[in-house]
Antibody, heavy 120, light 107 residues
Framework: EVQLVESGGGLVKPGGSLRLSCAAS????????MNWVRQAPGKGLEWVSS????????YYADSVKGRFTISRDNAKNSLYLQMNSLRAEDTAVYYC?????????????WGQGTLVTVSS | DIQMTQSPSSLSASVGDRVTITCRAS??????LNWYQQKPGKAPKLLIY???SLQSGVPSRFSGSGSGTDFTLTISSLQPEDFATYYC?????????FGQGTRLEIK
């Protein structure tokens, strides 16, 4: 079964840091681009970052550029999101998602999400 | 950035109804358009990819169409389990923007 499991969320003070992890299983992790998508409480979905299979191509939303760093360890079948200088507006459920499709691209599956709360 | 606009934002319908949700892109995205369903407290689930391809395991009452800037998601006969929020997403270019969502409620 293809599965993604996020971890690492929690309560952090403004200006603090947090590292999210996403453990992949059931597929050849090293063959796929991966993404982070977040959802603030009661709000819609916001794409955060994308990393290609070999980490050659990395992209960020403007809202997190310079503060968040996406990375992966293909040997450990794991995806990461290092979040620094956190702000209240970063409070959200963070999902990791596999990207399928060589050209068009779509996200499937998604993990169950991990909640990040930024508050003093 | 490409803006994605869904309409309506919310919709009330009954079991058995035919429902259509539209999604408009601020520029042409060819067929780089995906649809997701999200139920409360759950992760989004892929329904339709590349505008009109049905994801494996998704009931055939779901269908997608469109290209360029205008797209539709149609549910041919609503079932109780279909009441959820639906999002479109463009995968033409980063940032991979989502529509604001359409909340489908029971009438």
């Amino acid at each position: 079964e293809v599965q993604l499991v996020e971890s690492g969320g929690g309560l952090v003070k403004p200006g603090g840091s947090l590292r999210l992890s996403c453990a992949a299983s059931g597929f050849t992790f090293s063959s796929y681009s991966m993404n982070w998508v977040r959802q603030a409480p009661g709000k819609g979905l916001e794409w955060v970052s994308s990393i290609s299979s070999s980490s050659s191509y990395i992209y960020y939303a403007d809202s997190v550029k310079g503060r968040f760093t996406i990375s992966r360890d293909n040997a450990k079948n794991s995806l990461y999101l290092q979040m620094n200088s956190l702000r209240a507006e970063d409070t959200a459920v963070y999902y990791c998602a596999r990207k399928l499709g060589a050209t068009t691209g779509w996200f499937d599956p998604w993990g169950q999400g991990t909640l990040v709360t930024v508050s003093s | 950035d490409i803006q994605m606009t869904q309409s309506p934002s919310s919709l009330s319908a009954s079991v058995g109804d035919r429902v259509t949700i539209t999604c408009r892109a601020s520029q042409s995205i060819n067929s780089f358009l995906n649809w997701y369903q999200q139920k409360p407290g759950k992760a989004p689930k892929l329904l339709i990819y590349a505008a009109s391809s049905l994801q494996s395991g998704v009931p055939s009452r779901f269908s997608g169409s469109g290209s360029g800037t205008d797209f539709t998601l149609t549910i041919s006969s609503l079932q109780p389990e279909d009441f959820a929020t639906y999002y479109c997403q463009q995968s033409y270019s980063t940032p991979f923007t989502f529509g604001q969502g359409t909340r489908l409620e029971i009438k």
